[in-house]
């Protein structure tokens, strides 16, 4: 399916929400403080500042995974962070290293990422450069998958009560009303009346006032004011007159009347277009149709075709998991193929060794000095031996000389006995 042009933009939105749900689960002291690595984003907006001022790698730290800068590193990153999130979510995950496989490390990653039951539907190389729209998609579902092992619920957001200021009418001293003229004139009025009233006086100017009104009606039955100096005294006194009244803007008669200009200018204006809407209504009514014959034509006409497809994407599903198995599988063998080749390199080595001391002829140089002395010793045996049996054999002639000496010692005196 073809992808808007706000597409380019959705990583991004993807690492703001991923970059939230890392905050609420602690990852800077969880995960990155026994690493040394520094956070992704410190939170305020003065401190994420772009990596590499002075060259390549412009990139803020809360877009991380969003734009690539170290492959390397980013790739580390991710999946340090996995691996934690993973093991935040209940599965037991061994602690990649730097220098292990990266293909098995995503292999099984993306193993743990399906046991959860989410869907992983484009190729695992998308991961190696650490960095895109599938690094960000994992790591959210993974976090989303802690959020929920460490019973954390969203709740909705509260909004802080704002108390409506009172807007404060200030009086215009230019602007006269005509409440506020009739409440001068009452004050006026009131302020020259006198403390004490009359009743004589007062009998006295209203017969006066009745007298002069009679005359007054009397002398309006005919007038004998010329009327060019009546127009010259309204012209002069006019101005002094003249009372203006302002409108004011918030009154709610002046809403209703711009309300109804805005009636009449809605009614005028929707005469003259109506028409051409109800002409590009029809005309669109028309496309559609013609739009609806010539996709079911082209749907009966495909149909074989879809059947095919959706065949072959059944293949291509099953290939993907077979392949997915495969891969566990050559992870498997690969392990024991460097356990059976550090037992070979053990080996190799006491053959070695063993083949270097059969060839070294030292130990033969030692075994003929060592029966060289041997025959130095014997002949110093067989010499002390002829020695002591010299010696052994002198004391026996000895001894036997005593004893026949002795023997004719004791025989003699008898013999001359019997001479004599």
């Avoid at 006295?204 to 009104?213: C, G, H, I, K, L």
Wanted: charged residues 30%; glycine residues 6%.
């Amino acid at each position: 399916a073809e992808r808007g042009p706000g597409a380019a933009f959705h990583m991004f939105v993807l690492m703001e929400d991923l970059l939230d749900k890392l905050k609420l689960l602690n990852y800077e002291e969880e995960a990155l403080r026994p690493h040394n690595m520094r956070p992704l984003c410190s939170g305020c907006p003065a401190s994420c500042q772009t990596i590499g001022m002075f060259g390549a790698g412009k990139q803020t730290f809360g877009h991380y995974f969003a734009l690539p800068t170290n492959p390397g590193e980013q790739f580390f990153m991710f999946c340090t962070l996995a691996a934690w999130l993973i093991t935040k979510a209940g599965r037991p995950f061994e602690q990649p290293q730097e220098y292990d496989d990266p293909n098995a490390v995503i292999s099984n990653v993306l193993s743990e990422l399906r046991s959860f039951g989410r869907p992983v539907d484009f190729p695992p190389s998308k991961l190696k450069t650490g960095c895109g729209e599938q690094v960000c998609y994992v790591l959210g579902c993974l976090a989303e998958e802690a959020l929920k092992h460490t019973g954390f619920s969203w709740k909705r957001p509260t909004y802080p009560t704002e108390e409506l200021e009172e807007e404060e009418i200030t009086e215009d001293d230019a602007e006269l009303t005509l409440n506020k003229l009739e409440e001068d004139v009452a004050v006026e009025e009131s302020d020259n009346e006198e403390n004490y009233i009359d009743l004589n006086v007062l009998k006295a100017q209203t017969y006066r006032s009745d007298v002069n009104e009679t005359a007054k009606q009397e002398e309006i039955l005919q007038s004998t004011t010329d009327a060019a100096e009546w127009n010259l005294e309204v012209e002069r006194v006019l101005p002094q007159l003249k009372v203006t009244v302002r409108t004011d803007n918030k009154d709610w008669r002046i809403h209703v009347d711009q309300m109804h200009q805005h009636k009449d200018g809605i009614d005028s204006s929707l005469k003259e277009t109506r028409g051409y809407l109800d002409k590009l209504h029809n005309e669109i009514s028309r496309t559609l149709e013609k739009i609806n014959s010539r996709e079911k034509y082209i749907n009966n006409q495909l149909e074989h075709l879809v059947q095919e497809y959706r065949s072959a994407q059944a293949l291509l599903s099953e290939a993907k998991e077979k392949y997915q198995e495969g891969s566990g599988g050559v992870t498997e063998r690969s392990r024991v193929l460097s356990e059976i080749t550090e037992v070979l390199e053990k080996v190799k080595q006491e053959t070695e060794e063993k083949g270097s001391s059969m060839t070294d002829g030292a130990p033969l140089v030692k075994i003929k000095q060592a029966l060289t002395k041997l025959k130095q010793e014997t002949v110093q045996m067989d010499i002390q031996i002829g020695v002591m049996e010299h010696t052994l054999l002198q004391s026996k002639l000895k001894e036997k000389s005593d004893m026949t000496r002795d023997m004719h010692a004791t025989m003699i005196p008898e013999a001359t006995v019997g001479v004599y």
